[in-house]
Every structure is written in C-alpha cells, then in structure tokens.
C-alpha cells in the first residue's frame, strides 16, 4: 500500500513470497479487504482505526493538493482492479511463475508436470538398493554392510531424507579422504547413487518436485553472469518486478536466499524480510536460521524495523 501512494510503484510490480499457501490465502485477503478500506478512508478520514497503520498515509496524501490526491485515488482504484494480478504465494509457487513465465529467457522446460512430495519414490530406491547390494552375500558380508555401513532400511531412509531434501549439499567426507570400502565410501556412493535415480526418475517421467523448481531457478542464476541466459532472466524480472516482500524469513533456507537475493539486485528495487529469528520453526525442512543473520550482513542499505506486536504489517 505505501508503495503504491507514495513511489507509483503498481500492484502488478509488486509480489509477497510465504511459507504456506493458507498464510498467502490469508494475506491476499487482508490485502484486497485494505485496498477496500482504502477507498472507504478517502472519503471519510475519520473511520480509520487505531490499528490500521498504514491508513494515516492516505489521510497525509489526504491533506496534499486536489491534484494530488485525485493521483492517488485513481492508483488505489487500478490497484483495486489489478489486484489478481499480484503475485502473493509460496517460495514453490514464486520458482514455477519464473520458470514458467520466463521459460524463453531462462532456456528452461515449461511442460514439466509438478509432483508433490513422493516419499514412496524414496522407499522404492531404498528398496532397490538394498536388494542389489545384500542378495547373494555371505554372512560376513552382509554382517559389515548391516551393522558397520548402516545399510538397513530404517537408517538409508533417514539419509534419503536428507540428501533429496537438500540435493545439492556437499557430501562429506568426499572422496580423496575416504578409504574406499570403507563404511563412510559405501555411504557416500549410496547418496551419490540414489540422487542420480532420483533424478533419472523425473527426467524420464517429465516431471520435477518442488525442491527441483528452487533448483532449476538457482542453475539458471548460478551461471557466469555474462551468461545469455542469466543474463535474460534476470533482466526479465528485474524489470518487471520492483517490490519483493519475504515473510517468515527467519525459515528461509541457503537456496531461497540465494534466489531472492540474486533476483533483487537491481538498483531500483526493494526487498524486505520479514521475520523473527526467535520464531524459527522450520529446521527439519533445511530451514536456517543462520541464513537469517548472515542475510542482515549481506543486504546493501539495509533498515531494520522492529515491529512490537505480532502482526503482520502488509
């Protein structure tokens, strides 16, 4: 809303990236119910509450001249109208509209169908593993595979878990420290093996999970920067987008960080992170809250503002 009375900076080039698509239902609400509002305060200054904050910038523009005001009115009415047309979703939602959106620029496939999270998939692979490296084996064998490798299906999915969660983390130790057959090697090859069919399996199935959108988004931006395609993509949403709201940033995790903090380098734009490292919750899902305060050091120009009650002001 500030935005919009005071930069002319519209709707459309705004968006707002959450954790949940109940919180981004939640927040498109209160954003149409206060663009309503707004209009209801221009004509009658005196009906604003006490908590409704932002509206004493209306009433301000309010007291400005005839010309001025009419301005503002008439963007708070496009913004009305155009309202459907701002992005407010998921981190998951904000890769697809990129990816889809900017397929062209980012020389990325459109057609992939989005799996939801498949943890059978990751039991089959387990499954498979454990058949073609226990059948056949002698006692000794697999008494070392099972007790010192930890090859049992309870321990491989925890680790499945975690390695297609975070596909891209560095797997450690790596390989010029490891022994080969060595427990730790027998570890390592089965991450390695399993992320490749993982892969394989979506690539075959033309298909691509949520975690994939982030990774497909972060392959474009992790190229050189003259890059044609970088180039493109970044040039494409910077251009349209000059507004990026994060809300729950204490629950962001390397990956989205890196998307969020490439894509809004531009000059003219603005990124706020909302959140309060206090309220993290999300660690079992590669959230870190580490990302948080190492994001406070990185951000150009940065303004902290400390909000007192638990709301949210947007």
């Given at each position: ?13 705004q ?31 005196s ?13 301000a ?7 001025h ?24 939602g904000?890769?697809?509209?990129m990816?889809?959106?900017?397929a ?19 039991e ?5 593993w454990l ?6 084996v ?15 299906r ?33 570890r ?27 990774r ?18 970044l040039?494409?949403v910077q251009?349209?987008?000059?507004v ?5 940033f ?25 959140g309060d ?34 709301t949210?002001?947007?």
């Amino acid at each position: 809303m500030r935005h919009i009375v005071q930069t002319h900076i519209t709707i459309e080039q705004q968006f707002l990236v959450t954790l949940a698509r109940a919180s981004a239902a939640q927040i498109k609400d209160r954003n149409r119910s206060l663009l309503q509002l707004a209009i209801a305060v221009w004509g009658n200054p005196s009906c604003i509450e006490p908590s409704v904050i932002v509206m004493e910038r209306l009433v301000a523009a309010a007291q400005t001249s005839r010309e001025h005001q009419e301005d503002v009115v008439q963007r708070i009415a496009a913004a009305q109208e155009s309202f459907d047309a701002c992005l407010i979703s998921t981190i998951h939602g904000f890769c697809q509209r990129m990816l889809q959106h900017y397929a062209f620029e980012a020389q990325t496939d459109f057609d992939l169908t989005l799996m939801g999270d498949e943890p059978e998939l990751a039991e089959r692979l387990v499954d498979d593993w454990l058949s073609s490296e226990l059948y056949g084996v002698d006692a000794s064998r697999y008494e070392f595979l099972v007790n010192q490798c930890g090859f049992t299906r309870d321990t491989l999915l925890a680790i499945a878990t975690v390695a297609l969660r975070e596909p891209d983390m560095t797997v450690v130790p790596t390989d010029p420290l490891l022994a080969e057959g060595s427990p730790a090697w027998h570890r390592v090859r089965f991450v390695k093996w399993l992320r490749s069919e993982y892969d394989e399996v979506h690539r075959k199935r033309r298909t691509q999970s949520y975690i994939d959108l982030m990774r497909n988004l972060v392959r474009v931006l992790d190229k050189k920067k003259s890059d044609p395609s970088r180039c493109s993509l970044l040039q494409a949403v910077q251009h349209r987008y000059k507004v990026a709201l994060i809300d729950e940033f204490q629950d962001t995790d390397a990956m989205q960080w890196k998307i969020f903090r490439t894509l809004f380098s531009g000059e003219d734009q603005r990124l706020y992170l909302i959140g309060d490292p206090k309220q993290a919750i999300y660690g079992f899902r590669g959230a870190n809250v580490h990302v948080y305060l190492k994001a406070k050091k990185e951000a150009r120009g940065l303004s902290l503002i400390h909000i007192s009650e638990p709301t949210r002001p947007y």
